[in-house]
Structure formats: C-alpha cells, structure tokens
C-alpha cells in the first residue's frame, strides 16, 4: 500500500455483548470505533456513542475526513489497541448500518427505464416519458422496510392483474417475484430546513458514501396498483442493504466522466454532473435446492454502474431543488441498473422479457424468483493506490409466503 | 359532561423551559404529561421521559387506553398539579407530535380520484383506474418534510411542463401552488417484522388517533414528473400535520357506518371495512394582504369524511398485506377529501376545474395560491357525551422561492 491509504474500510455496525456499536471492516475483522474513541484515538463529539452511523453521518463531511485519515493511519501502523479489534467470525451477523429517514429510488438507468417502458407500456411510442432526460425521475419507497443483508425475503400477496382485463383481481402471493440490482449513497451532515436548496457542492459533500442495494419487487403487484401514484405495495415490504458502506473518499479511483446529457439539463443539475462512479456490478442466483457448501451460485447479470445516466450529485440537487428536507441517514438509489446487451440486465423482469425466456443458473433456469432461491448483489473497482476493492455484498433468500391478502 | 369524560384531550408537544415534553390540551392549557408520569399520576414505562410522542406510541393500545382514563379522572376530579398546567399563550408553538417514521398518502376520496383523472388524463375514458376499487391506492411521501402547523410554506421551484407538447422544460417557481385537504392517523404498537400481516383486529387496534393534514402541491411541477413512478418534487417539498392529535378514543360519537363497497374487495379488506368517521372539514383561505386582526378568512370549502372510500382499518390492513414493516409514528393520510359539488372540493386543483375557473375568497379570487396566502384547515364532529370537538387546525402560509431549480 501506498500513497498513506489502508485497505478498504467500509463502515458498518457489530453487535458486541456491550450491545451494537459503530465499526469499520478490515478484512476479516471488524475494528470498534466506540472503543477507539474512547480512548482519544478518533475525534470525538458523541458520534461513536450511538448503536449505528447516525450520528457520524450527522456530524458531516469534515469529521468523515478526520476519523477516516485517524483509521488509515492507525491501521496502516499496526497502532490498534487488541480490545478494539474483533474476528467477523466471532460475532453475530452485522445489523443495518443506519435506519434511513426517508428512502427515495430513482430510475437512472436508460436502459432499464426504457426496456421496462417497453414492457408496461407495449402500445406506447416513446418508452422513456418526455421528463426522463429533463430530470431524475425518482419516488419514495418504505424507509421502514429497508433491512441488512442477510434478512430473509418473504413472499409477498397482494393484487395480481385479473386474467381478463376489467375481470375481478385475483388475490394471493406474488407469481413475479424479482430482485433489482442497485447502488445506493447515504446521506450526511445536519438535516436541512424546509425551503433549503443544496448547491452543487453542498449536494456532493453531503455524499458520505455507497452501498448495494437490492430492492425486491412483485412485478405482478406493481402491474396492477402503478397507476397513477406509482409502485407501493409492489415494492415495500423490503429492501435489503449491504451492511458495510465504502466511504466516497475510498473509490476516488473509480470516478469517471459521466455520460454525456442530450439535452444539457437544467443550469443547477447540470452543475452537478462531471463525475460518476465505474463499478462493476454483479448479481448471483443459487437456486433453491443447491447446497451452499458446494455451489456458489451462478452469475446471471454482470454490468456497471459507469452508464447511469444521472449522477448522484444531480440526484441529491435534484431532490432538494423544491426545499425538501435532506436528513443525515437518508438513503437514496439508482434503480436498476441493467445494459443494452443479454447478461448485463439488473432483474428478471428485463432479463426474462417479461418472464417470457428463461435466464439459467446452473442446472436450473428461471423467469421469476423461487421459494429457496438465494440472490447475492456484488460489486468491485479499482481500489487508491491500486488494485482492487470489492464492495460488501447484499444477498436474500425467498421464504414462502405466510398470508396476508388473499382471493 | 357526563359518562366520565372530560373535555376532548388531544395529544402533543409543548416547549417547557426544560426542553420539550409530551403534553395534552384541555382548551387554552397544556397539561405536561411528563409531570404527572413523574408524580406517579399515569401509568409508567418511561414514554413520558421522551422528548415527543413516539414512545408514547411505541407503548400500544393498553397504555393509550390506562393513560386516557387517569387523565380523563385527573381533569374531571380537579386533581391536575398546578406546576403540570401551564397557558397555552405563555408557551412557544407546540413541535410536531412525533417525527414520522414512513409517511404513505392514500387516494381515498371517489370524488377527489375521478375528478383529478380527468384533469390529468382528459383523454381517457375510465377517470378511475381499474384497481381503484379494488384496493387503496396510494404511494410513499417524504416523512422528512412533514412540519407542524405554523411551518412557512416556501414556493417549491422546479420543471413545469413545456409550452407545447415535446418543448423543453420551463424550469422555475411553481405557478400552481396547491393545498390539500386531508385527514391522517398515526400508528403505534410495536414495530412489525418484514413479513408480518396484519388482521383487520390488529390494524384497528394500532390507530392512535387522527391529525388534520395539508399535502401542498405544486400541481405543474407534478403534471410533469408523475409518469411512470407517480408523485415526487411535486409534492414533497412540505406536508403540515396539525400540532394536537385526538385520539380515536375520543371520536367514538364520529363513527358511522362505511360507505358500501361494489365491487366487494377482498376478504382481508373486507374485514377491516364496518366503521369510518363523520368529521366536518373545512378550507380557510386568508388572502395576501388581508389583515389576521379582522380577516379570519373565507370558507372555500367544506366537505365530510363520511364517503371517504377506504377505510382507515382498510388503508392499514392493505399497506401490511404484503408483509411491509409497520413502525410506531407512521403518518397514514386519506388522500385529498372532496365533494362532488362545488364548494365540497379539498384542493384548488379541482374547485378551479384545473385552474380556469377562480374561487373567491372575500374580495379576492384565486386560481392557485399567491405568495402571503395563508390556509387553515379545520374539522369538528360530535363529542362522546354529546356537543362537538374541534380538532386542532393546520395551517401554513405562502412565502416566496427561494432559488433552486432555474432554467
């Protein structure tokens, strides 16, 4: 290592007999920040005193940059106190790194809005709307339902499109269960007030870092309840994180140029484009019935995050560009990501054409997700002074639906 | 009063010299709950000590009710401790009652759905979409925008749609600034588990009580963005809940039977129909320019809660039916509440058939809000042991963009 950076240290919660504390990932180990602070080797200010990022996240971006040039050189000098460092391996699984405020999911992929487009809306000219190149087109999902990697995906019931059109809905669990590949930033510094705009730059500074994000979708339900207010029950009974967030200031090396915009947008989203983020993304299916020891599971998309065609800042202004509120731990994704080409497509909904031809994972293919089915979100780029980083995975397994609505 | 019990209580926060604290009000007083959990007069469990009423909340139906009924015999008997009451007008405003965890806005109001889909879809021979009656629709708000009564509201800018069809955006200050007329419950109880339903029993029991609320909206801004994933920057730059929540409990002289259900939905929904509230509701427009000391305002618009559509019971039973975590403090709003006369409308949007035809509001007319209008909603309805209570108002007035989104 060079250039004074450690390896990738992505921050994240454990839960010591204590009770969760803040901590950052290194390898195999999880390093306690509580404990660091407390004794006077991170700057402090109550931050590491909370059970999640909450309050670091609040503490904004010059305290980001203190604490992580502190960890980097602690790390790099073997200077770790034994108490503060832990094995993963001995510890419970991760909890989610912070509750978000609110959970909005853009849909920043052209590709993928335009193929789903073409999907839900067969008779329609234009698949992308006319505001689609004009803005972030992007909703609210259920902050309440967002969960760390690992939580189990139930089945969700709901309203599936009648047979016929006009005939009577029919009731019961998802047919078209379907996972989403997305990145996702959380959000940093004191919230802002009603009627507050962020800049360009305030918009940027307040990006702490980034996340996979996978938000689970029942394409049936969403077919039948979208219009006009959008996706909700189709969407919200989860979305899962990874546990661990790789700070911005850890993938300086993986900005790019952003896709050029045609049309030039507006003057305050145009400000923010210039940079984007080039990660290559993956999704895995184990189907139902594989045994974990001896089957990974298959790699059925691997795409990347550089053709996203707004950028985060621009998201971040964006939303803020009517005066509503931003909140430390708001969380905030891409949509879907997916390529133009068979293989590079972030769900089933795109990859299947509508759950017409099969995708295969290993022995088994697929055109919607299975009870038992495990899906796993990874990502990796090229890490500060070289090689490579790998983001924290976020992985669910399908669970067979427990009630709910029924017919 | 007979039948013991006192005056409407509702439920709130009041800043005390020592930092805010949970409070009811009896007319012009505040009775600082966190003093009488303290003398030992309510029940205990630590709710009082936090600093709203999320815990209070959190507590569940039990403790709503045992705290309710010592309240109810410490106002009747004269018991209240002098140090516990304070004047409501020697306080600073009250804050919001709690902060929300999700925020989800239904399209409840039949009248209020048919009349805004053949504005926004002229050309479509079904103003209600199919699912309409089929189940509540509705879609996700920003809870990090939801203010309290009194909050400024700051004209949102943003993309208005284009002159002519296919146009670039016209970016800058609404010019179709609208209120909303609605009324919303607060859940509590304990958080529910991803995956978890809940029966029409369970979700009835989680109502805490109802707050008046206003969704402003910028009617131009959410014209253009709504198309596929429904409503964002037009609506999220600021919702207002009134300061004092009444508890359901107080409302049992309000309940009337729902409106009958054709087609009937689905056996989960149809078990959570039976009761909705007969509330009074009214839009007060003060215009730009009228003095408060001798212009109260002018009616726009009165309507009752009676024929809203969807149950409050439906609308949660419907947004857990696919196992969706419900927290407590989730804000769960009816949509806008509108008539199908003229004078019944709960948004300008449709008393002004979309902007053409103005409403008056004492010598002035209005189309849409103008910069220093102030709108106040308010609603009364029969009290337990006979007269009427007053909800608490909400109210918000119009002050000029600030910047933001510029072409």
Request: hydrophobic share 40%.
């Amino acid at each position: 290592v060079t250039g004074g950076r450690a390896a990738h240290l992505p921050y994240g919660v454990v839960r010591l007999p204590g009770g969760p504390v803040p901590a950052v990932r290194d390898g195999d180990r999880a390093i306690d920040l509580r404990a660091l602070a407390g004794a006077g080797l991170l700057p402090g200010g109550g931050w590491a005193e909370a059970p999640d990022l909450g309050r670091l996240l609040a503490a904004g971006p010059d305290v980001w940059a203190e604490v992580d040039a502190a960890l980097q050189a602690l790390v790099l000098d073997g200077r770790l106190p034994a108490g503060a460092v832990h094995r993963l391996a001995d510890l419970p699984p991760p909890l989610l790194p912070v509750t978000p405020g609110d959970y909005v999911d853009f849909y920043s992929s052209e590709h993928h809005a335009a193929t789903v487009g073409r999907l839900f809306r067969p008779d329609d000219p234009d698949p992308l709307v006319p505001a689609w190149r004009q803005l972030p087109i992007g909703y609210h999902g259920r902050a309440g339902s967002v969960v760390a990697s690992g939580t189990d995906v139930v089945r969700p019931a709901g309203h599936r499109p009648p047979a016929a059109p006009g005939g009577a809905p029919d009731v019961g669990p998802t047919r078209e269960l379907d996972f989403e590949l997305e990145l996702a930033f959380l959000t940093g510094g004191p919230p802002t007030a009603p009627g507050d705009v962020l800049s360009a730059a305030e918009a940027e500074a307040r990006i702490f870092g980034v996340v996979l994000l996978d938000d689970w979708s029942a394409r049936d339900l969403q077919r039948h309840e979208y219009r006009p207010l959008g996706p909700f029950l189709g969407k919200s009974f989860l979305t899962s994180v990874a546990c661990w967030v790789t700070p911005l200031a850890a993938l300086e090396a993986a900005r790019v140029p952003a896709p050029r915009q045609d049309p030039p947008p507006a003057p305050h989203l145009r400000a923010a484009g210039g940079w984007t983020l080039d990660l290559t993304l993956e999704v895995v299916l184990r189907p139902a019935g594989a045994d974990p020891a001896d089957d990974d599971g298959s790699v059925v998309a691997r795409t990347s995050s550089a053709d996203v065609y707004w950028t985060m800042p621009q998201q971040l202004v964006h939303a803020a560009s009517n005066g509503a509120v931003v909140r430390p731990g708001d969380l905030w994704a891409t949509g879907t990501i997916s390529g133009p080409e068979a293989g590079t497509q972030g769900c089933l909904l795109e990859a299947t054409q509508g759950g017409v031809r099969p995708v295969r994972a290993g022995a088994a293919e697929r055109t919607w997700l299975e009870d038992g089915d495990t899906v796993v979100l990874r990502g990796h780029g090229p890490a500060v002074g070289g090689g490579r980083l790998e983001l924290a995975p976020v992985a669910g397994t399908v669970r067979p639906a427990r009630g709910g609505a029924s017919g």
